[in-house]
């Protein structure tokens, strides 16, 4: 009899004890990604990034079409790098052994290698370093000012009996008349099929949450009033668990977006979300996943459960919003870029698949236009007692999508800019997230490029702070001109590949494609600042403060950025980095009713500035890429 079983092979890491399920036709990076072990892919496994490096150490495998030897692979993991740049964090895929020239191919792209039976996989370091930088910013005991949406009434009622037979709903209502407090006219259903059960385990004395005139919940006296708040980034999602009762936060926790499996950018989410309705269904679900992730641990972390938590606010950009709504992307993945929505939203938890309490609602942030959403109107609240003082004043929140506001003359201009993820270390040969052994800093010793690891492990990669300092320092070392092309003379200039690329560390390599992604991102920022203020008819110089937001920029380094271009050359003092301002924002938005509404009207009165349909966007931007940063740039 032959065998109907379909072809599938099992995928060994030995480094996590992990053994997944590859089937046919899928590359090592997507059967790993989908079954939760994480390698680094900037580009979501379309085979541009060159990030995505694993080594097949045993088992049959092919590479590009090509069919692998790897049972051979026996590698020295510690060579020069000089003699032979195949190594963890190198970037460099499918390089050759020098010494030992029968092994070909062992750092190999994960998205572009197939296995053709059991395979033992390695990942390469920087996949696996643990991410010790938080993306939500410190805890500093903070206490919210409150004004929460929600009304807690503790009560106590008698029990029903024969001649007081009244229903538990009404029995509920006249206890709150009794004390003189406002009644409810409207009971969530979801509270009202726990509510029975409910009041007799707690003997009829319980908190009643209230949400205007609907009773959503009904809890034990002693059980905290929860709220969650969520800054749902394109790389990181951060969350925040407030107490309602003293506006003191709880917990935080920042893990990465899953929906980076289909890649980093957000043009890759919508492009593979237009597909079709299953595709845009697994990037809602994978933004779910990953909030209903943080509530349960932020929850778990204060001895609650996330079906406690009773309130959330959830900020993000126009895509992110979108894509977690289930809202069409299509027309705001192409020009004009139109959301499909702007005003914020109260939608229930259940509605939008979050395992919340019952009758728990989600406020969605409202967006500017474009790709300018809610996390960035959430900077900007956060960030207002910054710029309302003064009579200029521009606000940047880089990331993947960086989103830039100036303020002047009483009008607040907004644009976003696709920057993409080189300045956070992704679309980087040697890029990784801040975790151990990631190089955060680069300066100048005695000529020569010297590097600071976090945590002072060995060299694996580089994170974005990295990026940003080592572009810096490779410009005043002469390594590179103002044009971004590597010299052939420095001492630090190696060949891989054929190509030049400057070692920063053993194993770790900054290559001419690495130097022309951040040009890009780099241009992208440099042209957004520019145009805006064109628009406003005002001169770099006359910006009096400028806030840097974003969890990465609270890392940058700001001689570096101006050394770049990616900052103008203004004093230094005029310059404010505040962190994960969004967070903030969303923060005080799940405290207070009236930062919810300071926060529309700021949403309202944003203008947005669509920057790629303007006639001489292109002529700024080319313009924006070298590294003569400051020179004049006029309309």
Same mark, same amino acid.
């Given at each position: 009899?032959?065998?109907?079983?379909?072809?599938?092979?099992?995928?060994?890491?030995?480094?996590?004890?992990?053994?997944?399920?590859?089937?046919?036709?899928?590359?090592?990076?997507?059967?790993?990604?989908?079954?939760?072990?994480?390698?680094?892919?900037?580009?979501?496994?379309?085979?541009?990034?060159?990030?995505?490096?694993?080594?097949?150490?045993?088992?049959?495998?092919?590479?590009?079409?090509?069919?692998?030897?790897?049972?051979?692979?026996?590698?020295?993991?510690?060579?020069?790098?000089?003699?032979?740049?195949?190594?963890?964090?190198?970037?460099?895929?499918?390089?050759?052994?020098?010494?030992?020239?029968?092994?070909?191919?062992?750092?190999?792209?994960?998205?572009?290698?197939?296995?053709?039976?059991?395979?033992?996989?390695?990942?390469?370091?920087?996949?696996?370093?643990?991410?010790?930088?938080?993306?939500?910013?410190?805890?500093?005991?903070?206490?919210?000012?409150?004004?929460?949406?929600?009304?807690?009434?503790?009560?106590?009622?008698? #029990?029903?009996?024969?001649?007081?037979? =009244?229903?538990?709903? !009404?029995? @509920? %209502?006249?206890? $709150? &008349?009794?004390?003189?407090?406002?009644?409810?006219?409207?009971?969530?259903?979801?509270?009202?099929?726990?509510?029975?059960?409910?009041?007799?385990?707690?003997?009829?004395?319980?908190?009643?949450?209230?949400?205007?005139?609907?009773?959503?919940?009904?809890?034990?006296?002693?059980?905290?009033?929860?709220?969650?708040?969520?800054?749902?980034?394109?790389?990181?999602?951060?969350?925040?668990?407030?107490?309602?009762?003293?506006?003191?936060?709880?917990?935080?926790?920042?893990?990465?977006?899953?929906?980076?499996?289909?890649?980093?950018?957000?043009?890759?989410?919508?492009?593979?979300?237009?597909?079709?309705?299953?595709?845009? #269904?697994?990037?809602?679900?994978?933004? =779910?996943?990953?909030? !209903?992730? @943080? %509530?349960?641990? $932020? &929850?778990?972390?204060?001895?609650?459960?996330?079906?406690?938590?009773?309130?959330?606010?959830?900020?993000?950009?126009?895509?992110?919003?979108?894509?977690?709504?289930?809202?069409?992307?299509?027309?705001?993945?192409?020009?004009?870029?139109?959301?499909?929505?702007?005003?914020?939203?109260?939608?229930?938890?259940?509605?939008?698949?979050?395992?919340?309490?019952?009758?728990?609602?989600?406020?969605?942030?409202?967006?500017?236009?474009?790709?300018?959403?809610?996390?960035?109107?959430?900077?900007?609240?956060?960030?207002?007692?910054?710029?309302?003082?003064?009579?200029?004043?521009?606000?940047?929140?880089?990331?993947?999508?960086? #989103?830039?506001?100036?303020?002047?003359?009483?009008?607040?201009?907004?644009?976003?800019?696709?920057?993409?993820?080189?300045?956070?270390?992704?679309?980087?040969?040697?890029?990784?997230?801040?975790?151990?052994?990631?190089?955060?800093?680069?300066?100048?010793?005695?000529?020569?490029?010297?590097?600071?690891?976090?945590?002072?492990?060995?060299?694996?990669?580089?994170?974005?702070?990295?990026?940003?300092?080592?572009?810096?320092?490779?410009?005043?070392?002469?390594?590179?001109?103002?044009?971004?092309?590597?010299?052939?003379?420095?001492?630090?200039?190696?060949?891989?590949?054929?190509?030049?690329?400057?070692?920063?560390?053993?194993?770790?390599?900054?290559?001419?494609?690495?130097?022309?992604?951040?040009?890009?991102?780099?241009?992208?920022?440099?042209?957004?600042?520019?145009?805006?203020?064109?628009?406003?008819?005002?001169?770099?110089?006359?910006?009096?403060?400028?806030?840097?937001?974003?969890?990465?920029?609270?890392?940058?380094?700001?001689?570096?950025?101006?050394?770049?271009?990616?900052?103008?050359?203004?004093?230094?003092?005029?310059?404010?980095?505040?962190?994960?301002?969004?967070?903030?924002?969303?923060?005080?938005?799940?405290?207070?009713?009236?930062?919810?509404?300071?926060?529309?009207?700021?949403?309202?009165?944003?203008?947005?500035?669509?920057?790629?349909?303007?006639?001489?966007?292109?002529?700024?931007?080319?313009?924006?890429?070298?590294?003569?940063?400051?020179?004049?740039?006029?309309?």
């Amino acid at each position: 009899m032959s065998s109907n079983r379909p072809l599938a092979h099992t995928l060994h890491f030995a480094q996590l004890e992990r053994e997944l399920t590859a089937v046919a036709g899928e590359s090592v990076y997507h059967s790993a990604r989908r079954q939760g072990v994480r390698i680094v892919g900037a580009c979501g496994g379309r085979g541009t990034c060159g990030s995505c490096m694993v080594k097949v150490v045993h088992g049959a495998a092919e590479y590009q079409g090509q069919d692998l030897d790897a049972d051979a692979a026996d590698v020295v993991e510690h060579a020069d790098p000089a003699d032979c740049a195949d190594m963890p964090g190198s970037g460099q895929e499918g390089a050759t052994d020098t010494r030992h020239p029968r092994l070909r191919r062992k750092w190999l792209r994960a998205c572009q290698t197939h296995v053709r039976g059991d395979c033992q996989i390695e990942i390469a370091a920087r996949s696996l370093a643990p991410v010790v930088r938080a993306e939500f910013g410190a805890d500093d005991g903070e206490t919210l000012p409150l004004d929460p949406a929600l009304r807690d009434v503790q009560i106590t009622l008698p #029990e029903p009996s024969l001649i007081d037979p =009244l229903s538990d709903v !009404d029995r @509920l %209502a006249r206890g $709150l &008349a009794a004390q003189g407090l406002p009644d409810f006219n409207r009971v969530d259903l979801g509270c009202a099929r726990t509510l029975s059960r409910k009041l007799r385990e707690q003997r009829w004395s319980v908190s009643l949450r209230l949400r205007g005139d609907e009773l959503i919940d009904v809890a034990p006296v002693e059980q905290p009033l929860l709220g969650l708040a969520v800054d749902l980034g394109t790389t990181n999602v951060a969350g925040f668990l407030i107490d309602l009762r003293s506006g003191k936060r709880l917990a935080s926790l920042g893990l990465e977006n899953p929906q980076s499996t289909w890649g980093a950018d957000l043009i890759s989410r919508i492009n593979h979300a237009i597909r079709d309705d299953a595709a845009a #269904e697994e990037l809602r679900q994978a933004a =779910l996943t990953a909030i !209903d992730a @943080l %509530a349960h641990d $932020l &929850a778990r972390a204060v001895g609650a459960q996330g079906s406690q938590i009773v309130d959330a606010v959830i900020c993000g950009n126009t895509a992110m919003h979108h894509l977690l709504l289930g809202l069409p992307v299509r027309q705001l993945g192409r020009a004009p870029f139109v959301a499909a929505q702007c005003a914020a939203q109260d939608v229930r938890a259940r509605d939008l698949g979050l395992h919340l309490s019952p009758g728990a609602s989600v406020h969605l942030v409202g967006n500017v236009g474009g790709f300018v959403g809610g996390d960035h109107v959430a900077a900007l609240l956060a960030t207002e007692d910054q710029w309302e003082t003064v009579d200029s004043a521009l606000v940047m929140d880089i990331g993947t999508n960086t #989103e830039i506001s100036l303020i002047h003359g009483g009008c607040i201009l907004s644009a976003s800019c696709p920057s993409g993820p080189a300045l956070e270390g992704g679309h980087i040969g040697c890029g990784m997230r801040a975790a151990e052994g990631a190089i955060e800093r680069v300066t100048l010793r005695d000529g020569r490029l010297a590097v600071c690891t976090i945590g002072n492990k060995p060299a694996v990669g580089l994170c974005g702070s990295g990026v940003l300092d080592a572009v810096a320092a490779m410009l005043k070392a002469g390594i590179t001109d103002t044009r971004g092309r590597i010299a052939a003379d420095h001492p630090d200039v190696r060949q891989v590949n054929g190509q030049r690329a400057v070692q920063l560390a053993p194993g770790v390599f900054f290559t001419q494609a690495d130097i022309r992604a951040v040009q890009l991102a780099k241009a992208a920022i440099r042209t957004g600042t520019r145009m805006l203020l064109r628009e406003a008819e005002l001169a770099e110089p006359l910006i009096e403060r400028f806030v840097i937001a974003g969890a990465f920029g609270a890392y940058i380094d700001i001689g570096s950025g101006v050394a770049t271009g990616l900052f103008p050359d203004l004093p230094r003092e005029r310059f404010v980095q505040v962190g994960n301002a969004a967070g903030l924002g969303v923060r005080r938005m799940l405290a207070s009713g009236t930062a919810r509404a300071r926060a529309t009207r700021l949403a309202r009165e944003c203008r947005y500035i669509e920057l790629s349909t303007r006639s001489d966007f292109q002529k700024t931007f080319v313009r924006s890429i070298g590294f003569d940063a400051q020179r004049a740039i006029h309309p």
